[in-house]
């Protein structure tokens, strides 16, 4: 079974997803392939160059994600050209991961993506597993996490779906509001539930 991991910004995905790792569940991460996809050299981080300027490469020929970051969550046409460029590469990283773990002889795998319904990836996946929070716990955290001002938060989660049209897509949803305690409680329960339907 492939199940698919997803939520908004800092709703708790990672927190999620180490559970699972934990469990012993293998995981595709796309945030991690994401950065794989444009290491320096790569063909994708030449175009990301070419499409947004050689200022967004540093010395080392990484890509300056601060500067990307910057760019691409305050205009949807950057976005866009962001997106078109680096999700094929994305896409075909994943689906070589999740395929050497089937390879392996893994019955179920989990595929970790934040723009799961985006990016309209629902096909990629067997069962949806969404991470919820409220709004305000979700600025909260992201505030906290990531020392962004409120101003730069909002303009994140303002640049996916509302969490709303994630969890009416969702297979199941867990709540993530409370403690971490309480959030592997409802995995364990959710995963006990599904093990019975395979
Ligand atoms: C814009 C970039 C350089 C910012 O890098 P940074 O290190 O600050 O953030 P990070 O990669 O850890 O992403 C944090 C979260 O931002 C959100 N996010 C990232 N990219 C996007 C996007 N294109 N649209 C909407 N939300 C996004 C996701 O929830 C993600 O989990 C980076 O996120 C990126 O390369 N994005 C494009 C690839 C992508 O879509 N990644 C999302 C998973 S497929
Ligand atoms: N139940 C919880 N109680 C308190 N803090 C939490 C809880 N779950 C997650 N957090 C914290 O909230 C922040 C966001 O969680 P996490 O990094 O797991 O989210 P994410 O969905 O993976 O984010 P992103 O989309 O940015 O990768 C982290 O700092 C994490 O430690």
Request: some cysteine; proline content about 4%.
């Amino acid at each position: 079974m492939i199940i698919g991991l997803t939520g908004s910004i800092a709703s708790g995905k990672s927190t999620v997803s180490q559970m699972l790792k934990e469990l012993g569940y293998p995981v595709v991460d796309a945030d991690l392939v994401a950065r794989q996809v444009v290491e320096p050299e790569t063909e994708t981080l030449r175009k990301i160059g070419e499409a947004f300027g050689p200022e967004v490469i540093r010395e080392d020929g990484s890509m300056d994600r601060e500067k990307v970051g910057s760019i691409i969550f305050h205009d949807p046409a950057s976005r866009k050209k962001l997106n078109d460029i680096i999700h094929p590469a994305i896409r075909a990283e994943m689906l070589k991961q999740r395929q050497a773990h089937m390879d392996a002889g893994c019955k179920t795998v989990i595929m970790d993506i934040p723009l799961l319904f985006e990016s309209k990836l629902q096909h990629m996946v067997d069962k949806i597993l969404v991470v919820s929070v409220s709004e305000q716990e979700q600025l909260k955290r992201l505030v906290e996490r990531n020392h962004f001002t409120e101003q730069e938060a909002r303009a994140r989660i303002a640049s996916q779906l509302p969490m709303s049209v994630k969890e009416a897509g969702a297979d199941e949803v867990l709540d993530n509001n409370g403690s971490i305690e309480e959030t592997k409680r409802q995995l364990l329960r959710i995963l006990e539930r599904w093990q019975t339907q395979l």
